[in-house]
């Protein structure tokens, strides 16, 4: 059973703004860390925002960098992984997903096997 579920997208107008939320439960949320990835049509998921579990520390892919901001919260057994979206852009178009990360290196990779896999996603659709 996937233990995601992601929320808040839709359709927004260039320059907008935009909440993304992804409740997962306690273990997924127990690995190295949690983060954004990101899937337009025919390209491969992409890493957007990331931040580790220990000391909340955040890092952005080069092309949100300044624009999005990631952050977590828990309560009790529950925890919540948001992505706030600024100045929202045509190519930021994509079904954006959350899950359990790991870093290797200087790549963010997902670390699904603590979710169960991937959730489904929620849309954002910029339109200019």
């Known amino acids: 059973q996937v233990r995601l579920v992601e929320s808040g997208g839709g359709l927004v107008q260039a320059g907008g703004s935009v909440r993304l939320s992804c409740e997962a439960s306690?273990?997924?949320?127990?690995?190295?860390?949690m983060a954004w990835f990101r899937q337009a049509p025919g390209s491969p998921r992409e890493f957007v925002a990331g931040i580790r579990r220990m000391d909340r520390k955040t890092e952005y892919a080069d092309y949100v960098k300044g624009r999005f901001n990631i952050s977590i919260s828990r309560i009790d057994d529950r925890a919540a992984v948001y992505l706030q979206m600024n100045s929202l852009k045509r190519e930021d178009t994509a079904v954006y997903y959350c899950?359990?990360?790991?870093?290797?290196?200087?790549?963010?990779?997902?670390?699904?096997?603590?979710?169960?896999?991937w959730g489904q996603g929620t849309q954002v659709t910029v339109s200019s």
């Open positions: 899950n359990s990360a790991i870093k290797a290196g200087s790549s963010w990779r997902a670390n699904p096997s603590l979710a169960g896999g």
């Open positions: 306690v273990q997924t949320f127990s690995g190295y860390a």
